[in-house]
């Protein structure tokens, strides 16, 4: 599976961004798909997931605020992000998963990043 992120940019605090991610292959709709941020200086964090279903799992920066979706007929999963904050400022990677877990290590294929910036 390859992954392809982007959406990403410069915002102003409150505003919103929506992230995309779209894969390659015809297995999309049978991997959990994540999101993940890291911030300079900053391990990788969780921030959502998403399984087929309509089964959802956020992190605690993104419950309230952010909201994951995806289009299996697009091979697509997107990351919507409202009232946004300095601190969400980060590279926002795309993962795919076989299991619904929070941890990057169980993820086994990555986007290459896209960059969010939220200015105060």
């Known amino acids: 599976v390859q992954l392809q992120a982007s959406g990403g940019g410069l915002v102003q605090a409150g505003g919103s961004l929506r992230l995309s991610c779209a894969a390659s292959g015809r297995t999309f709709s049978t991997y959990v798909m994540g999101w993940f941020r890291q911030a300079p200086g900053k391990e990788r964090e969780f921030v959502a997931a998403?399984?087929?279903?309509?089964?959802?799992y956020y992190g605690d920066s993104a419950k309230g605020r952010f909201t994951i979706s995806r289009d299996n007929a697009k091979n697509t999963v997107y990351l919507q992000m409202n009232s946004l904050k300095p601190e969400d400022t980060a590279v926002y990677y795309c993962?795919?998963?076989?299991?619904?877990?929070?941890?990057?290590?169980?993820?086994?294929?990555w986007g290459q990043g896209t960059e969010v910036t939220v200015s105060s």
């Open positions: 993962a795919a998963s076989n299991t619904p877990t929070y941890y990057a290590r169980s993820y086994h294929y």
């Open positions: 998403s399984r087929s279903g309509g089964y959802t």
